[in-house]
């Protein structure tokens, strides 16, 4: 059929070109390009309700606030037209383009009698109250958007085509076309102004956003502002002040505190203030031409003056930089991935689209709180940033545990700043462990809470782009394919078992994107190519802590006869296995027997009884994620281990595992049966280092943290050090590679890595004693 109206498109049409703006793109199809304009929308540009137009009033339009004073040209209203002009002249003020169909419409409405000899007030009462229940104004705006749809919509449709194949300057052409067959189609110009801001043409994104602004203020807001921030910055380093200062003052019109706005004209203003004084030959300090050469050895000469006011604008220029890079014309088959860069499209990104998100929408399941979570997402999606920062703070303060929601905050800080953020991502398992992964990204949200809160660097913020694989190998090279096409990305936090880590390595190392893992211990994780290593870490490796373990054990009085129980299908709980084994027996000790967790004839009560009969004094807890239970029902059945008559020398095995059990939530299933257990892990919170990150960590989370929000925090902080003005995925990959930084800069430990992008740090040892983790 025909164009429909606002808000009841196809499902495939794309949606909100309007509504998402240069920072937001995904891969999939945009949202919303017909912004939907149901009411309950504040409708008017003034914001009073549609009852209020004169003429739904009865009244006549010199009545209307708009007529009051110059809103709209220098004309004054006694030289106003009349009659049908004067009301097609008043929908100007909301968006509409005068038409000779929209005058006809006018003068057949008084023809008919509905309309007084003014053509300005209705004339029955009954049908006037009948108009503003049944039909309110701006609804009735965007019907316009249907005339004429037998040949617009063809057109629009086949627009809608390219821009889904990425053609999308040859989609704009074809809008284009839509506005010169009807120039009030609503959608046209949404994706118009869009499309031209994301390509950089952004005098024309300006033009359109001006008239989407009129259709539906509180969705082309923040595009328009950006349009006009992005013009202005291009002004500036065209010289054209003037006209940039217009453009940084309807910022101001539209938003009275904009900072970067203010700061902008304030540049404009210092550096025509000091031009002037350089032409004029005078120093604010009343230096004369004598004292001034005497001070400055360097004469200025015409050359020389104008070398100053070239390097003054491009100082202006760097410190401009437009509101987002967008000024990259966009070719055929490209498109913007969350409107940063465009990348080639491919349709398997639309797949992964709801597992990641910097803010549109929230991967968790949520309960609580809901009706304000939506509103901050929805915000996002909108490009309202203001009130996406509000919200997803007002969402952390009620809940100052989730990370989630102090992340979204500062991709929203991020996203206000005028500058394009630096992106990483973090891969975590949400689906498997929710607890696991809000650990992981309480780490990742306090190092980019601590960064944006510094200014970040040179006003340039960090955005984290959160994905989630559940820890599923497939679902973890799907997602290493999907970020490694988004440009943006500089770099990956993840992924969290080593078994996810290892499916998404592959993609990463091809495409030469930095990985840091901060949870992935297996020692068989390295890149493919040493000299091109891609893969680090920030946790120590299996071959460090199964070490540190075993040497341990060996010294401890009468363990030199262990059993192991691991997971032979992890490659965390196998490489883990093998590496004690190997140096257990290399101090002289003897590994009785292997045995696998994932065996399904496993009886365990039988198993422990008979290891405590064959004389074996200690056993070896290495499960992966997946098997922790079975791990906490073999210490379970080891406390019900007693001596009694048949047995008086049954005694209980001694305890120890590496990091998988290492958890308040392990702790608390546990119960009595982990009394004892001695483990190997990378960080300790009571530990003498880690002091003062635990306590910065205990006042924002307002709880304590673990390990794997420590060499989380480590991770981002590895990441911001990388960071240069004109970082790029190989300028950070350099960089990582030979970073160091001090233990006041990490979670207690001083940081580098090695060749093969290992963390030279030492293990830690912890016991549960009386009910806690406590330090060996």
Known sequence: GGVRGAGAFNPETPQSWGARGAGDFN??????????????????????????????????????PFFKGDLGGSQSLKTRPRGAKLAVTLLEHYGVIQTTALTKAVDQLAERGFLDKTKQKITIEFIRRWLIKRYPLQQEILELEKLGQEQTN?????????????????????????????????????????????CGEFEKAVTYYQRAYKVDQIRNKDGLVRSLINYGNELIKQEA?????????????????????????????????????????????????????RS???????????????????????????????????????????????????????????????????????????????????????????????GFSQAWQANRNDPEF??????????????????????????QSESRAKEILRGVAQAQHQFNNSEGLNGRFLEIAIANDGNDRDQAKTIAQTLVKDKSILGVIGHNSSDASKAALPQYDKAGLAMISSTSTSSDLTSRDDNRNVFFRTVPSNRALAKKLAKHVKTQPGLDKVVIFYDAHS??????????????????????????????????????????????????????????????????????????????????????????????????EGGQALEGLTMAVPWFRKAPDARNFSIAARELWQGEVNWRTATSFDAT???????????????????????KLLPNETSGLPLQFNNQGERESEPVLVEVLDGEFKLK
């Open 406 to 431: 102090l992340i979204y905050y500062n991709n929203a800080r991020a996203r206000q700043q005028g500058l394009e953020p630096f992106t990483i991502a973090v891969v975590v398992p949400i689906d």
């Open 154 to 198: 063809p057109i629009y449709q086949q627009a809608t085509t390219q821009y889904q194949q990425g053609e999308i300057t040859k989609a704009l052409g074809l809008y284009e076309q839509v506005l010169e067959l009807n120039p009030n189609h609503f959608s046209a110009i949404f994706a118009l102004a869009e499309g031209y801001l994301e």
């Open 241 to 293: 002040f003037t006209t940039a200062t217009e453009q940084f003052n309807q910022v101001l019109n539209i938003e009275p505190d904009n900072l970067l706005a203010i700061e902008k004209l304030l540049e404009i203003e210092n550096y025509l203030e000091n031009s002037e004084r350089l032409i004029n030959n005078t120093y604010p300090s009343g230096m004369t031409g004598e004292f001034r050469d």
């Open 27 to 64: 891969s999939r199809t945009p949202q919303s390009w017909g912004a939907k304009l149901d009411p309950p929308q504040p409708p008017l540009i003034r914001g009073e309700p549609y009852s209020k137009s004169p003429l739904l009033r009865g009244e006549p339009y010199s009545k209307s």
């Open 717 to 739: 902080q590895a990441f911001i050090q990388a960071l240069v003005q004109d970082a790029d995925r190989k300028l950070v990959l350099n960089r990582l590679r030979n970073i």
């Open 571 to 668: 490659v965390y709980s196998d490489s883990f296995r093998e590496v004690f084994k190997t140096n257990f027996e290399d101090l002289g000790g003897k590994v009785f027997r292997e045995i696998e967790l994932n065996n399904p004839n496993l009886n365990i009560t039988e198993q422990v009884r008979s290891l405590s009969q064959d004389q074996v004094k200690a056993a070896m807890l290495f499960p992966s994620v997946e098997y922790r239970f079975i791990a906490l029902d073999i210490a379970k059945a080891n406390a019900n281990l007693n001596p009694n008559y048949k047995n008086p020398d049954q005694q209980p095995l001694r305890l120890f595992s590496g990091d998988t059990l290492y958890s308040e939530k392990n702790l608390k």
């Open 296 to 390: 400055n050895p360097q004469n200025l000469s015409q050359g020389n003056w104008l070398g100053k006011l070239a390097a003054a604008v491009a100082i202006i220029s760097l410190v401009g930089v437009a509101f987002y890079k967008v000024s990259t014309t966009c070719k055929p088959a490209e498109h913007k991935v969350f409107g940063i860069r465009t990348v080639a499209t491919d349709s398997s990104q639309t797949n992964t689209s709801q597992s990641i998100s910097r803010g549109d929408h929230s991967l968790f399941p949520r309960i609580d709180n809901k009706e304000n979570i939506d509103r901050a997402t929805e915000a996002f999606q909108n490009q309202n940033y203001n009130a996406a920062a509000q």
